[in-house]
C-alpha cells in the first residue's frame, strides 16, 4: 500500500510539469474513441478496463499502466522499490537455516530467570537480622530444608479445618438468610465445594445452590471473591490496612463456631 501511494504521489508530481502525463495515466484509454463520454459502460468493459491482460494493442489495463510508471519511477532514481530483484538481494544475506533460538539470548533468558542473589557472609555481619519470612506456627509442619537459611523461605499457609456436615442440617439449616451456614460451602474464590467433599445427597446439594444463588441476588453475599479476600460472616468485605500485613489470620474458625452453636443448643 505504502508503495502503490508513493507511486500515484510520484506521476501526480510530474503531471504538473507534463500536462501529457494526465492522458498517459488516464484509467479510461478508450474513452476518445467513445462518441458518447456519458454513457454506462458493462461490467466486462469495466473488468478489462482495469483487468486487461495485454493482448489487445489498443487496451491497456489500469495496473499496467501503474507498473510502466512504477519501473519510471524506479529509472529515475527517486525513492526505493521493493520489487523482485531488490527483495532476493535482501533476503540474501538472511540464511534460511536461521532461527532467533540459535543467537543464545534463550540461554542468557534461562539463566537470569534461574539467579538468586546470595550473600554466602550475610550471616557473620553484625546487622544481620532473621528475615521473618517464614513463621512457623503452632499445627505447621515442616522438614529440615525449610531450616536452611541460605534459601529463601516458603510460606505455608494453615490449613482451613473442613466442614462435616449431614444431608439432614442440610435440609434444615440450608436457607439463604443464614449466610454463616452457607458460608462454608464456598472456597476462598467463591467457588461451590463439590458434594464429593461435603459427602451430602444431590438433593441437599441443589438447595445449597439455591440458596446461595438467592442470597447473592438479594447482595447479602458476594458473586465472587477471586482476586479479593475470603469471604468471611460478620467482617466487612473493604480492604483494609490489616489485609496487607504479611501475617493475616482470620479469627472467625467455622467448625468451631459450629461446634459452639451445637453445644449451646
Do not use: W
Not at 495496473?63 to 510502466?68: M, S, V
Amino acid at each position: 500500500m505504502k508503495l502503490i501511494r508513493g507511486v500515484l504521489c510520484s506521476a501526480l508530481s510530474r503531471q504538473l510539469h507534463s500536462p501529457n502525463g494526465i492522458r498517459a495515466f488516464s484509467a479510461r484509454p478508450f474513452s476518445g474513441n467513445r462518441q458518447n463520454s456519458n454513457s454506462s459502460e458493462s461490467v466486462d468493459e469495466f473488468e478489462q478496463r482495469i483487468f486487461s491482460d495485454g493482448n489487445s494493442p489498443n487496451v491497456s489495463g489500469f495496473y499496467q499502466k501503474l507498473d510502466k510508471v512504477e519501473k519510471a519511477h524506479d529509472r529515475s532514481g527517486m525513492g526505493f522499490s521493493f520489487n523482485t530483484g531488490n527483495r532476493s538481494s535482501f533476503m540474501d544475506g538472511l540464511d534460511e537455516s536461521y532461527s532467533s533460538l540459535t543467537d543464545g539470548m534463550d540461554y542468557k533468558l534461562k539463566q537470569a530467570a534461574a539467579y538468586f542473589e546470595f550473600d554466602p557472609e550475610e550471616i557473620t555481619r553484625d546487622d544481620y537480622a532473621f528475615r521473618p519470612d517464614v513463621n512457623f506456627l503452632s499445627g505447621m509442619t515442616y522438614d529440615t530444608k525449610d531450616l536452611d537459611l541460605g534459601k529463601p523461605g516458603v510460606r505455608k499457609p494453615i490449613k482451613r479445618g473442613e466442614f462435616e456436615t449431614t444431608t439432614e442440617e442440610v435440609l434444615q439449616k440450608a436457607d439463604f438468610r443464614n449466610v454463616k451456614f452457607l458460608a462454608n460451602f464456598l472456597t476462598e474464590a467463591g467457588i461451590i465445594i463439590k458434594r464429593s467433599k461435603t459427602g451430602i445427597s444431590a438433593k441437599a446439594q441443589r438447595k445449597i445452590a439455591r440458596e446461595i444463588k438467592t442470597a447473592r441476588a438479594f447482595g447479602l453475599m458476594p458473586f465472587t471473591t477471586m482476586g479479593t479476600k475470603h469471604f468471611v460472616y460478620g467482617a466487612t468485605m473493604e480492604d483494609e490496612g490489616r489485609d496487607f500485613e504479611f501475617e493475616t489470620t482470620y479469627e472467625h474458625n467455622f467448625v468451631d463456631d459450629e461446634r459452639g452453636d451445637a453445644m449451646g443448643a
